[in-house]
């Protein structure tokens, strides 16, 4: 069993900057961030292999959104910049095994979600 604790969401103009933490409690291969807006299906919008540090990024968060490791805090980063509204979603933290099954939108153990609203 995997516990992920998220932090770091709240409200913000667009344009602006945001970072996202979440601390596992033990490692996984795969770890990586998805969204939900409302009236929406789930996406995979980033996530890195923790052995080699090989990142992922949807084509809609290419450069503007990183994904980074501290190996010494357990701890993943999703630094989101230049944000904009269709940003807005509550965003989960999510571990597996397998960095694939994460870019499909799924994953074995899942945070309690952080709220990012992006106002124009």
């Known amino acids: 069993q995997v516990q992920l604790v998220e932090s770091g969401g709240g409200s913000v103009q667009a344009g602006d900057s945001l970072r996202l933490s979440c601390a596992a409690s033990?490692?996984?291969?795969?770890m990586g961030w998805l969204r939900q807006a409302p009236g929406r299906e789930r996406e995979f919008v980033a996530a890195?292999?923790?052995?080699?540090?090989?990142?992922y990024s949807a084509d809609s968060v290419k450069g503007r959104f990183t994904i980074s490791r501290d190996s010494a805090k357990n701890t993943v980063y999703l630094q989101m910049n230049s944000l904009k509204p269709e940003d807005t979603a509550v965003y989960y933290c999510?571990?597996?095994?397998?960095?694939?099954?994460?870019?499909?939108?799924?994953?074995?153990?899942w945070g309690q979600g952080t709220q990012v609203t992006v106002s124009s």
């Open positions: 890195i292999n923790w052995s080699t540090a090989f990142t």
């Open positions: 033990r490692r996984t291969i795969g």
């Open positions: 999510a571990a597996d095994p397998s960095v694939q099954r994460l870019r499909e939108g799924r994953g074995a153990y």
